[in-house]
Structures are given as C-alpha cells and as structure tokens.
C-alpha cells in the first residue's frame, strides 16, 4: 500500500525523525529494522541511517528534495561525508544560526516556499543546492511553512486556516495541486507527523480513516 500508518520510537512523530525524497530517505541511526523495511517497501527509494548533529531529529534539522539536501550548520563532518559519499546528490551546510530547516522549508522538486527571516545570501544557497525556485511566504500567518505543509510532486496538504489564496499560490509556485487538511485527529503540524514521497507515506497511526483519504487524494497516493 501506498499509505502505511507507523512509529517511530514509539512515538507517531514520523515526519520529525526522518526526511523523505523521489530518491533517498534519511532515517535515525538507530531506528529499529522493522521500521527501515516499511519505509522503503512504501517509499520505493533506498532508506540511509543517518544523524544530525549527532539528533535523530533529522526532519526537523535537514530539507532536501531529488536534487539536493540542504543540512544545519550543526551537522559534523563526518556526518556530512557519509552523506555526500552514499547519496550521490548537491549538499551543502546552509552557514546561519537557523538550524529547524525542516520547520523553514517547503519543497518539491520544482519550487521551495521558505521562512520570511531567510536573506538573500542564504536564499540564493538553498535554490542552487536544491536547484529550484525560490520563494518567501507564510500560510494562514504561520511563518514556519515546512511545519504545516507537506508535498510532493504531485500535491501539496496544507493547514486549514490557510486561506484560498494562498492554497492557489502556493499551487502556482509549487506546480501542484493543493488542497487543505490534517492529521491525527485535527493536528496542524502535518510534517512531523508525516514522511512522504510521490511513491507513498508513512504516517501517524492516530491519523483518521477520512484524514487518510484526503491525504490520498490530495497528494495522488
């Protein structure tokens, strides 16, 4: 199935432990077998055991898409070497003190929407390493648009306070349809309780059967 409802530690926080592309996933270090065995039969893409930072939070800290994957400057060099070596894709340590990018960053392959704090400088570094369009914005007067968001190549799942321009907007800019909606019973904070690709999800067991449906149908899964 392309829907498939998981832990992680014990914990429905699936989306804040891993980071999910169309061609790689990053999953804790010590994330147990059965959980690396459902995200790939799910996913369809190779699954790396990885830290940042020395975290496991690698949702939270690193945003990456088909192209390339941007990591905090918290990231240690031999975290970032292994990284380089197995994925085969454009990375860089964006050099702020920002290091939430997964909360900062909504991206496909096609466009990112990103946090209104960002500069130019480090603007122009996420577009060149995730080589795509980029763009400042909020959703619903929410700055941290990656914690409210998710999408993927073919649809994006946005929170319901968002308003109907800015769902089209955000279409426009991503090249996705968009609709609005939530997880685990009325949630708002859609990444962390979701990891997903244009090829499935993985997603919080306390998710609804009619949150499930318009996930699917949202995103094309």
């Keep these: 199935m ?7 530690y014990g914990s429905e926080y699936v989306g804040a432990f891993s980071l999910a592309t169309d ?8 994330a147990d077998e059965k959980f690396r065995k459902i995200v790939e039969d799910n996913l369809k893409v190779p699954a790396y055991r990885v830290s940042i930072g020395a975290s496991p939070l690698i949702g939270i800290l690193a945003v990456g898409n088909s192209h390339g994957l941007l990591l905090p400057f918290i990231t240690l060099t031999e975290e970032f070497d292994f990284l380089k070596r ?4 454009e990375m ?24 209104e704090d960002f500069t130019k400088s480090e603007m122009k570094i996420i577009e060149d390493v995730l080589d795509v369009e980029v763009v400042k914005g909020s959703l619903g007067g929410i700055k941290l648009v990656g914690s409210v968001a998710v999408a993927n190549n073919k649809g994006a799942l946005i929170h319901p306070m968002t308003s109907d321009e800015e769902a089209k907007w955000v279409s426009e800019v991503l090249g996705v349809r968009v609709d609005v909606g939530t997880v685990m019973m009325g949630s708002y904070l859609l990444r ?23 996930i699917e149908q949202v995103l094309l899964l």
Excluded at 23 to 30: Q, T
Excluded at 199 to 207: L, M, V
């Design 92 to 115: 860089s340590i964006l050099p702020s003190v920002k290091t939430a990018l997964g909360n900062m960053i909504l991206v496909n392959d096609k466009a990112a929407i990103v946090h």
């Design 23 to 30: 061609k790689y996933v990053l999953i804790p270090k010590d």
């Design 2 to 8: 392309p829907i498939e409802l998981a832990t992680i």
């Design 192 to 214: 962390v309780a979701m990891v997903l690709n244009s090829k499935g999800a993985i997603i919080a067991p306390s998710t609804t059967g009619p949150e499930i449906a318009r």
């Design 86 to 89: 197995e994925l085969g894709v």
